[in-house]
């Protein structure tokens, strides 16, 4: 009776865990043939930091999602479009659309009228990360995000409220704490490098860490491949293009099922780091190399305190991370509680009998 019991209430807690796990499952979606934001769980609360790096990285005891991407032209082009009409905190600037040559973000109209699309010759440039984009323009996505994807100025309940309280401020002062209530947010350099380097399959179950975000000691190939086990946009893989699409190393994905945390674009961390040979820091984080670095910069070593967060860069875009919201948890958990309720209720007019 008790291992029965038992295992009904396992049962439960795997439903729960399954249910938090997809919670941030499809913020938005964007429209057929474009990459839909998805996150993938990254578990294993709790694991040692890395010993490659000191002790200094990985260690993260909860369990948080993970952007699957990096977002996309075709994402950020819908965030302009919902907010930025008129653009006071300059979330599009014109290196979006001029940066690359066959992709890229376009702004027409005025000011309180603009409007935004996807521009150039690559059929998959909406696919491609966004780049060109400061640490305060990818804070101001995640409240968007939030806030629930809401249509108006950008302001509070927009772009200045939400996981961070920004009121104009975060592209001119570092660092910037998120909110206790976040949600959606930049990952932490740990969260960031536990989901790129972490396996937890590694050293018979117990866990560790790989040099490369491909699941690999060796310096990955960068020739463009759908199916290498170790491959990524650095140095050049598109000399054309520039950027691949989300995704396109379909081989070569993290332990936990990330993609591209090592090429294609650097992308912001909140790191807070004070560097001596920086005058103005502290600056945050950036890793994961770009399409146009040396793999030195897709290995776990490699930090990059290189820009302050007014700063941005065509190499430079972002992924989002998160937490279930506290309200859907509890939730779940009353409703696993109540189902192990039930169970035991049974148990016991079992038992009378």
């Given at each position: 009776?008790?291992a029965?019991a ?5 049962l ?7 249910a938090v796990?997809?919670s ?12 839909s934001l998805?996150?993938v ?5 709790g694991?040692?930091?890395d010993?490659a790096?000191?002790?200094?990285y990985g260690s993260v005891g909860?369990t948080?999602?993970m ?11 819908a965030f302009?479009n919902?907010?930025?009409?008129t653009?006071?905190?300059?979330l599009?600037?014109s290196?979006?659309?001029?940066h690359f040559s066959t992709?890229g973000i376009?702004q ?5 009228n603009?409007?935004y699309s996807?521009?150039g ?8 990360p966004?780049s060109?984009?400061?640490w305060g323009d ?7 995000l ?11 309940g ?6 961070y ?5 975060a ?7 998120r909110n206790?209530?976040?949600?959606y ?12 380097y972490f ?5 018979g ?8 975000p491909?699941?690999s000691n060796s310096v990955?190939?960068?020739?463009l ?10 140095n050049?893989?598109?000399?054309t ?7 396109y ?11 591209d ?6 992308q ?5 780091i004070?560097?001596p040979?920086y005058p103005n820091s502290p600056?945050?984080g950036?890793?994961a190399?770009?399409y ?7 290995n ?7 820009l302050?967060?007014p ?6 875009g972002?992924r989002?991370a998160?937490i279930?919201?506290?309200t ?14 039930v169970l ?10």
């Amino acid at each position: 009776m008790f291992a029965k019991a038992l295992t009904r209430c396992l049962l439960a807690a795997a439903v729960l865990a399954s249910a938090v796990a997809a919670s941030a499952q499809g913020v938005f979606n964007m429209p057929s043939g474009q990459t839909s934001l998805q996150f993938v769980t990254v578990g294993n609360p709790g694991n040692a930091a890395d010993p490659a790096t000191g002790s200094l990285y990985g260690s993260v005891g909860y369990t948080y999602q993970m952007g699957t991407y990096d977002v996309t032209v075709g994402q950020y082009t819908a965030f302009l479009n919902a907010v930025a009409q008129t653009d006071p905190y300059g979330l599009y600037n014109s290196d979006m659309g001029s940066h690359f040559s066959t992709l890229g973000i376009q702004q027409s109209g005025s000011s309180g009228n603009y409007s935004y699309s996807v521009t150039g010759s690559y059929s998959q440039g909406v696919n491609c990360p966004i780049s060109c984009v400061t640490w305060g323009d990818a804070a101001r996505f995640c409240n968007w995000l939030q806030n629930g994807q809401p249509t108006g100025v950008e302001g509070p309940g927009t772009t200045e409220t939400g996981a961070y309280t920004l009121n104009g401020t975060a592209t001119n002062r570092w660092p910037v704490t998120r909110n206790a209530n976040a949600t959606y947010f930049i990952p932490s350099e740990n969260e960031w490098y536990k989901a790129a380097y972490f396996d937890p399959t590694l050293n018979g179950g117990a866990g560790g860490y790989w040099t490369y975000p491909t699941k690999s000691n060796s310096v990955p190939s960068n020739v463009l491949s759908t199916t290498g086990t170790n491959n990524a946009n650095y140095n050049y893989s598109d000399p054309t293009n520039d950027l691949t699409p989300v995704g396109y190393f379909a081989g070569s994905p993290g332990a936990y099922g990330t993609y591209d945390m090592g090429g294609d674009v650097f992308q912001w961390n909140a790191a807070v780091i004070r560097d001596p040979r920086y005058p103005n820091s502290p600056y945050p984080g950036l890793r994961a190399g770009s399409y146009a670095d040396q793999a030195s910069e897709l290995n776990s070593a490699t930090r990059v305190p290189l820009l302050p967060p007014p700063s941005e860069a065509g190499a430079i875009g972002f992924r989002v991370a998160g937490i279930p919201e506290p309200t859907s948890i509890s939730l779940l958990l009353a409703a696993s509680l109540g189902l192990g309720g039930v169970l035991f209720h049974r148990r016991r007019r079992g038992a009378k009998r």
